[in-house]
C-alpha cells in the first residue's frame, strides 16, 4: 500500500512538472482598428496693400495713426504663439505708396530695402507681386528682390530673363503634425497671381509676359493636385482656400485676414473639412516695438529728407 503511494505521488510530482514546463497559452484579444490622427487646425494670415507704411504714421496729416505693419506684426506674433501651424502671406502692392519708399528708391542708402527688410522679420512664407512692385522699374525690383528671404510669386507672370529668376509660380508649405513615430505631414500649396498690367507702363515690364490670372491658377492647381492637401490662391486683392473666399484683408496694415483651416485624416490623406475666416483690426493691437526699432532708421531718414523741402 505504503509503495503504490508513494508511487501515485512521484507521477502526481511529474505531472505538475511536465505542466508547469508546458508555454502559458492566452487568448490574443480581437485586434483594435487604430484611430484616426486628431484633427489638425492651421491658420492662414493675410495682408495686402500696405503700400509702404511700416510706422504706424500718416505721412499726409502729419501724426500717428492705427494701421501699420508694426501694428499688423503684434497681431500676427499673437496668432503664431497660439497655433504653431501657421502661414503668412501678403497680396502685394508693399514697395510704393509712402515718401519712405520714394526715399529709399531714389536716395543711395547702406540699410536693405525697408519693405524687404520688415517682411523678413515677419518670416512671410509667401508673398505676391503687385502692380506697385514694378512701379520703380526692373532694375530697382530685381535688386531689392535678391535679399529677400521668402519666395516672390506670380503664376501668370513668365520670363526667360535671369532678372527676374526668383519669381515663381507657387510655393509649397509643410507641417509636421502628430507626436514621435506617428508624425506625418499636411502639405499646403500657395499659388500666386498678379493683376500688373504692362500696358500702363511696358519700360517697367521689360522682360515680362502675363497670362491670364484663371488659366495660369488652373494649370498650377493641376501640377498641384496629387502632391498637396489644399490650395491657397493669393491675389493682389485677398485669398482664396480651395475656391472659397477668405476674408480681405485691409489696406495700409489696417486689418489682418484670419482664416482657421480644419483638417481631417481620411483614408491616408489629410483634407480640409471646415474653414472659418475673420478679421482682425489693427487699432486694437499694440506696436511690435522690435519692429519699430528695426524701422526706426528708415522713418527717421524720411523725415528728416521731408524737412529739408522747400
Known amino acids: 500500500m505504503q509503495k503504490s503511494w508513494n508511487k501515485l505521488l512521484r507521477l502526481t510530482a511529474l505531472a505538475l512538472a511536465v505542466i508547469w514546463c508546458l508555454p502559458s497559452i492566452t487568448l490574443a484579444a480581437p485586434k483594435q482598428p487604430t484611430p ?37 506684426s ?11 501651424y501657421t502661414i503668412l502671406v501678403d497680396g502685394g502692392n508693399m514697395l510704393t505708396g509712402t515718401p519712405l519708399t520714394r526715399y529709399f528708391s531714389t536716395e543711395p542708402s547702406k ?5 524687404i527688410a520688415m517682411y523678413n522679420y515677419l518670416y512671410y512664407d509667401a508673398v505676391v507681386l503687385g502692380e506697385g512692385e514694378f512701379a520703380y522699374g526692373p532694375d530697382y525690383l ?22 527676374w529668376s526668383s519669381i515663381k509660380p507657387y510655393t509649397i508649405k509643410e507641417f509636421e503634425v502628430g507626436k514621435d513615430k506617428k508624425k506625418e505631414k499636411i502639405r499646403i500649396g500657395i499659388i500666386g497671381v498678379t493683376t500688373a498690367n504692362p500696358d500702363n507702363n511696358p519700360a517697367n515690364y521689360a522682360g515680362l509676359t502675363f497670362d491670364d490670372q484663371t488659366a495660369s491658377i488652373n494649370a498650377t492647381v493641376k501640377k498641384l493636385h496629387n502632391i498637396v492637401d489644399a490650395v491657397i490662391v ?41 474653414s472659418e475666416t475673420a478679421t482682425l483690426y489693427s487699432v486694437i493691437a499694440p506696436v511690435d516695438k522690435a519692429m519699430a526699432d528695426l524701422a526706426w532708421p528708415y522713418h527717421d531718414a524720411t523725415l528728416q529728407h521731408l524737412g529739408k523741402r522747400p
Request: proline share 8%; hydrophobic share 40%.
Open 74 to 84: 503684434s497681431l500676427v506674433k499673437k496668432e503664431r504663439q497660439a497655433n504653431p
Open 111 to 115: 540699410l536693405p530695402n525697408p519693405m
Open 36 to 72: 484616426p490622427p486628431a484633427p489638425v487646425k492651421v491658420t492662414v494670415l493675410a495682408t495686402a496693400g500696405l503700400n509702404g507704411h511700416i510706422i504706424n504714421w500718416d505721412y499726409d496729416l502729419p501724426r500717428t495713426a492705427d494701421f501699420g505693419l508694426v501694428k499688423i
Open 234 to 274: 493669393v491675389k493682389n486683392n485677398g485669398l482664396e482656400i480651395n475656391g472659397t473666399v477668405a476674408a480681405a484683408p485691409g489696406k495700409f496694415g489696417s486689418s489682418l485676414s484670419r482664416t482657421e483651416l480644419t483638417f481631417e485624416k481620411v483614408g491616408k490623406q489629410w483634407q480640409l473639412k471646415q
Open 142 to 163: 530685381s535688386k531689392a528682390l535678391t535679399s529677400a528671404k521668402f519666395p516672390v510669386l506670380a503664376a501668370n507672370a513668365h520670363s526667360s530673363s535671369k532678372l
